[in-house]
């Protein structure tokens, strides 16, 4: 069975800070990997989609990072702004589950002015 | 291109009724899939509707089933509800041709359903 963990539950940084987000997963066997923001009471934003095939993704001041053969994955936010405050998500889809995603709990994020 | 949709945003029904949720793709994605999101249990795969048809379903009991019509829209239906359904219940849509995966998946905005 696909476990998801992400690393810390919860993060608090001043303004300006680079910092990173983990996610590790127990099955290498993923077709893809897929880090979402929520705001609270929201829905979930698409941030990166990395798949098995790539090491990483780069989205303005994001990139993700994707190693299979450890079963980690990272998140990095470049000079973090109070906007950025949210929960993170990262998502796996296994190659076998049609569009079945596998979340992990989610690290909350708050940057401080 | 309009995102997922998702009707109604805000729901409060009593023990016992029944539910109905609504969820537009967007145009052209052909997959949908529902999720639970509670703060006790994060997100839990409902299930998944593929050109009218459940590919995929998760470890929830048969008063939730759902179906998919020839447009793409998707309904899911929870019937004899408890208190332990209150949650957001999520949509997400993605580009899918048969046979083929690995597409990014885009989420609504959810509904949040309260039982009382």
């Known amino acids: 069975k696909q476990e998801v963990t992400q690393i810390p539950a919860a993060l608090s940084v001043p303004e300006g800070e680079n910092l990173v987000l983990n996610c590790s997963f127990t099955?290498?066997?993923?077709?893809?990997l897929q880090w979402f923001r929520q705001d609270p009471g929201k829905g979930l934003t698409s941030l990166l989609l990395i798949q098995s095939s790539q090491r990483e993704q780069t989205s303005g001041r994001l990139n993700a990072s994707l190693d299979k053969s450890s079963g980690r994955s990272t998140l990095y936010i470049a000079a973090s702004q109070p906007g950025d405050s949210a929960t993170y998500l990262c998502a796996l889809l296994r190659g076998t589950s049609g569009s079945r995603l596998t979340f992990g709990e989610g690290t909350q994020l708050t940057v401080n002015p | 291109k309009a995102g997922v949709t998702q009707t109604p945003r805000y729901l409060i029904k009593t023990r016992g009724q029944q539910v109905t949720l609504s969820c537009s793709p967007i145009?052209?994605?052909?997959?949908v899939s529902w999720y639970q999101q509670t703060p006790g249990q994060g997100l839990q795969f409902l299930f998944e509707y593929f050109s009218e048809t459940q590919r995929n379903k998760g470890n929830f009991p048969g008063r939730f089933s759902g179906r998919q019509f020839s447009n793409s829209r998707s309904e899911m239906n929870v019937s004899t509800l408890e208190l332990g359904d209150s949650a957001l219940y999520l949509c997400?849509?993605?580009?899918?041709?048969?046979?083929?995966?690995?597409?990014?998946?885009?989420f609504g905005p959810g509904t949040r359903l309260t039982v009382t």
């Open positions: 997400a849509s993605s580009l899918q041709y048969r046979d083929s995966m690995g597409y990014e998946q885009y």
């Open positions: 099955d290498s066997a993923i077709y893809n």
């Open positions: 145009s052209g994605h052909r997959s």
